[in-house]
């Protein structure tokens, strides 16, 4: 599996940092046309690194309910059960539609799909600020047209 090595910001920080960044300074103007490319780099590899977690936390998804639905069914070793100080599932063979509820069931799978969900919303809230900086070239135009027509020019 895949490891990057630098900690991605959570949701409310990336929130909070953006309420910061995304104000203009209209005493600077040239400053912050300057920064535009600067924000863009410091959301851009943010994004790349939320996406890099998405894909291991995918990965760990699809790797821990191999090891639950092999649970569920009885077919862990003795050595797969001491790793993970488990005991051997003892209860009724479980249909296929019933092996789905128990896995939704699972708190260990339920874990890691609440961190895939956090990981889509910060990806979902970080392209979304990229679009903003985007348009922040044309923000930064218009105050420099209004600053020349509020002069007279």
């Known amino acids: 599996m895949l490891k990057f090595w630098?900690?991605?910001?959570?949701?409310?920080?990336?929130?909070?940092?953006?309420?910061?960044?995304?104000k203009i300074n209209s005493n600077d103007i040239q400053l912050e046309s300057i920064k535009t490319s600067s924000l863009h780099s410091k959301y851009i590899n943010e994004l790349a690194d939320h996406k890099?977690?998405?894909?291991?936390?995918?990965?760990?998804?699809?790797?821990?309910?191999?090891?639950?639905?092999?649970?569920y069914s009885g077919l862990l070793t003795k050595e797969e059960l001491e790793s993970r100080s488990?005991?051997?599932?003892?209860?009724?063979?479980?249909?296929?539609?019933?092996m789905m509820d128990y896995l939704a069931g699972d708190l260990d799978i339920q874990k890691i799909k609440l961190k895939i969900e956090h990981e889509g919303i910060c990806i979902y809230t970080l392209t979304e600020i990229i679009k903003a900086i985007h348009g922040r070239g044309y923000d930064i135009k218009s105050h420099i047209e209004y600053l020349k027509f509020s002069a007279g020019f």
């Open 6 to 22: 630098r900690t991605t910001l959570n949701l409310e920080t990336i929130k909070s940092e953006w309420t910061n960044d995304s």
């Open 52 to 71: 890099g977690r998405l894909v291991n936390l995918t990965a760990l998804y699809d790797t821990e309910k191999k090891f639950k639905i092999r649970y």
């Open 86 to 98: 488990l005991d051997q599932y003892n209860g009724k063979k479980l249909l296929k539609t019933d």
